[in-house]
């Protein structure tokens, strides 16, 4: 079974080109889709603390509290994953599992939420995340300059400093992590064909 990851900044096209991914695949393969946002436990105990919430002040900010449990949801989430791939595994029936915004995305996200954090330095919870996580057979990093997402149609409620800011997260982990950068300011149809290159 092949596990496919897209990361990137909000706006960059990352649902789009799983969209693209799936509709081919699934001509010839058993393909599941997973958005690791709604699988995470941290998501859903803020979401019943915090109903009325908005969008962006979940992505935005949060206190050294919700930041505290980010962090522990996450290390439990990576063991859950583990377990939910294990069982797809065995079933034999899934070939392909498209994932959006995978462990890689959340510990951007966890960065950038925890402002006194030196994000240069690996802290233990993130040293466990990645020692433990599934590898994907196909790890992308869809790179996009920030002003070049404020042009399109879709309004990112964030604004560019936020962009900016997560933007520079990206480069520094992508390396790290050995994500393949694909030029995410080509059209629709020249990404989804690098894209195919490396699945």
Known sequence: MKLITISGLDGSGKTTQLNLIEKKLRKNFQVRRFHMVAFSIANKILKKKKPKATKSDAQIKAGKWGIFLRKVAIVIDVFRFRFYYL???????????????????????????????NWKKEP????????????????????????????????????????????????????NWKLATIDGNQNKKEIQQNINELI
């Open 87 to 117: 069982i797809k595994t065995s079933e034999n029936k899934t070939e392909y599992i498209l994932v959006d915004r995978y462990f890689y995305d959340q510990i951007i996200n966890i960065k950038y939420l925890d402002k006194k954090n």
């Open 124 to 175: 233990f919870w993130q040293k466990i995340v990645e020692n433990q996580l599934i590898v994907p057979s196909a790890k992308i990093y869809l790179k996009i300059a920030p002003t070049e997402i404020l042009k399109r149609e879709r309004d990112i409620e964030q604004g560019s400093e936020y962009l900016l800011k997560k933007s520079n997260l990206y480069e520094h982990f992508s390396k």
